[in-house]
């Protein structure tokens, strides 16, 4: 059972795996990266409905019956869930001077294509417009809990990115409380009475940080970037929700997806990456100042000893630099 335990000298919790320790040999880092054809049977493929746990929403154009063949996306809960919607409320207990709380909450996969050895970047536009109407779907279906007050969508592809199956998916996770990495942006609002990203759109047109620009989206290299050739999708429009951006709004996106992600593997030489989907939390009274927005992350290097200890990360290029080779990379791909 998964319970959320206080880290006391961080401030900060740790979601821990009770009664499930993994041997040193089933770490992927310790596993080859390459799967044969026929090696391996993938659950993830369509036909193999039958070796996931049961299917929570699919996209079905011809009303095929759930756990059977026939969907284009397709959405179960994960096997090795960190979270679980089995009790009631969240219970806090404490144990001398710890303290910890039950993993109340919800933990999904989302399949992205019935398809093996597809990625992303390469799927047709419809079908990721699908993807991005089901993480929308999703996200309103978690939040009508009111329990959950905080829902995290996000993506590792390869190895160091934190990937588990080659079967391209995506994953979300709602919590029972509201992490606090993004608390920048209320505390902006607090004191400025602006939104903080929508401050930024306005400063990075009179800087060189802009990767891209859509009709709807902007892609930008983070002024204080964490992460080597780490890149933000942030829409122009002030939304606090990915889950409200119209049929427009994601015929565009998908577009801007599809064509960042394809030229950033390509300059980047196909690193393992992650995304992520930021949003306002939910079923919470006060959410000003916040405003969704995506963070892509390519994983060039392991984080050292120092980053790890003090949290203050050390990126060796500066936003400047990765923003025009990003640029100049969209010009062939796009």
């Not at 593997?265 to 079923?283: D, G, H």
């Not at 995506?294 to 003090?310: G, K, T």
Request: proline fraction near 5%; charged fraction near 25%; hydrophobic fraction near 40%.
């Amino acid at each position: 059972m998964t319970e959320l335990r206080r880290d006391m000298v961080r401030d900060s919790w740790v979601l821990i795996v009770n009664g499930k320790a993994l041997k040193p040999s089933d770490f992927p880092i310790n596993k080859s990266t390459v799967s044969l054809l026929g090696e391996e049977i993938c659950p993830f493929c369509e036909g193999n409905e039958a070796l996931t746990t049961g299917e929570l929403d699919a996209f079905r154009p011809n009303a095929s019956l759930p756990n059977q063949p026939g969907w284009l996306v397709r959405v179960i809960t994960n096997k090795y869930a960190m979270f679980a919607m089995k009790t009631e409320d969240l219970e806090y207990r404490s144990s001398g001077i710890y303290s910890r709380c039950n993993g109340l909450g919800q933990h999904e996969v989302v399949i992205e294509t019935p398809q093996h050895g597809i990625q992303l970047h390469e799927l047709e536009a419809d079908q990721i417009v699908l993807l991005l109407k089901m993480l929308q779907k999703r996200f309103k279906a978690l939040a009508e809990d009111a329990r959950i007050k905080y829902i995290q969508i996000y993506k590792n592809r390869g190895l160091f990115a934190g990937a588990s199956q080659d079967h391209s998916h995506s994953q979300i996770l709602a919590y029972p409380m509201v992490p606090d990495r993004n608390k920048g942006l209320p505390k902006y609002f607090h004191e400025h009475g602006r939104c903080l990203m929508c401050e930024m759109i306005e400063e990075e047109s009179r800087q060189d940080r802009i990767i891209y620009e859509s009709d709807y989206f902007i892609i930008l290299s983070p002024y204080a970037a964490r992460f080597s050739y780490e890149a933000w999708i942030i829409p122009k429009k002030h939304q606090k929700y990915f889950a409200d951006i119209d049929d427009l709004e994601i015929k565009d996106l998908q577009a801007v997806l599809k064509g960042y992600l394809g030229s950033m593997l390509e300059c980047l030489a196909s690193p393992s990456y992650n995304i992520m989907i930021n949003s306002a939390p939910v079923n919470l009274s006060k959410q000003d100042g916040y405003h969704w927005y995506i963070e892509i992350i390519p994983r060039l290097i392991i984080s050292n000893a120092v980053e790890i200890a003090s949290g203050y990360f050390i990126n060796p290029v500066d936003p400047e630099s990765a923003a025009k080779i990003l640029r100049d990379g969209l010009l062939i791909q796009f």
